[in-house]
């Protein structure tokens, strides 16, 4: 099987990390570009961010663009510091890569891949959908010109993570979230529903730190930070499997359980409800006969340890190392 060429829109945060990390040790995915956004940190700190884990990774072929600063109708606030560190990783120092963001707008990088790749690009998003809305405005065929696209975000049958029913992700930006589920493709989206239930454990970070390398290390240091946030969800130092999760499920690397074709709408009102994804789960007792107007797969169930795979794949002697 030949790998995916895989265009990465993140907003690099501890998750998104372990994402690409995953995205690096796979043999499944050949990343051409990533593009970053605002989000967990600010979009140029993500993009130094993802330069300097790529360097440590041995990475540094793939090129990084900065994305979107604020989202579609407000400035960006800050980003998540209380979870993700006042620099996005966890406030560890990496070493400085010596490669410099590309010239290209991540909406530029996007598009441009889109149209050489002939149709066979496939796009993760992580982060908030602000760059892909964008890429959507100056390319409204960008749908017809990738494989598909995979985002994390959401939440179908479960509470949000920053409004009792908005994920942060959607919830950052509604608007850019509601024209990308609108935009005639299928989105393929990885919500709370099944991120929540994978949980990375202490023992699995104790792996990544003894792993003798030092990307590993890196990743593992992050954790510190990370595992502190989730200690007051979970009651034990652990984090939820986000990011990283939602690669697995572009890569068909994990066994869905239920992912039924629906109707998926964005609240953008400035009511209580606003950056909710409404799933129109009301036919899941008739199996999902009509799917007439679908435009979403969200990913409801999984079997498995994902976060005990995640981390076989990054200590495995022959993961993949792009250079």
Known sequence: MSARPIYFDCDTGVD???ALAYLIASDKAQLRGIGT????????????????????????????????????TRSYDGGAPHVHGANGIGNIV??????????????DLLLRLAHEAEGKLHLIAVGPLTNIARALEREPRLPELVDGITIMGGAAEVPGNITPVAEANIANDPE???????????VTMVPLDVTMTQVL????????????????????????????????IYGR??????????VAVALGDVEITSAPLVRAQVDTTNGPGRGQTICDLRAKYRGYPDQSRANCRPVLGITGDFPSQLTQLLLEPTAQVLS
Not at 45 to 63: E, F, H, K, S, W
Not at 176 to 186: C, E, I
Not at 207 to 221: I, V
């Open 201 to 232: 454990e202490a023992e699995d970070r104790e792996r990544l730190a003894a792993s003798g390398t030092e990307f590993e290390q890196a990743l593992a240091q992050m954790l510190g930070h990370y595992f502190e946030f989730y200690r007051e």
């Open 94 to 107: 990496l070493p400085k890569s010596t490669t410099e963001p590309s010239a290209e707008s991540a909406v």
């Open 16 to 18: 998104d990390a372990l």
């Open 37 to 72: 956004v605002s989000g967990n940190t600010d979009s140029a700190t993500a993009a130094r961010n993802t330069l300097d884990l790529l360097q440590l990774a041995g990475a540094t072929n793939v090129p990084v663009a900065i994305g979107e600063r604020d989202f579609m």
């Open 237 to 246: 130092a652990c984090c939820a499997m986000h990011d990283p999760l939602a």
């Open 176 to 186: 850019a979230a509601a024209a990308v589920f609108a935009a005639g493709w299928t």
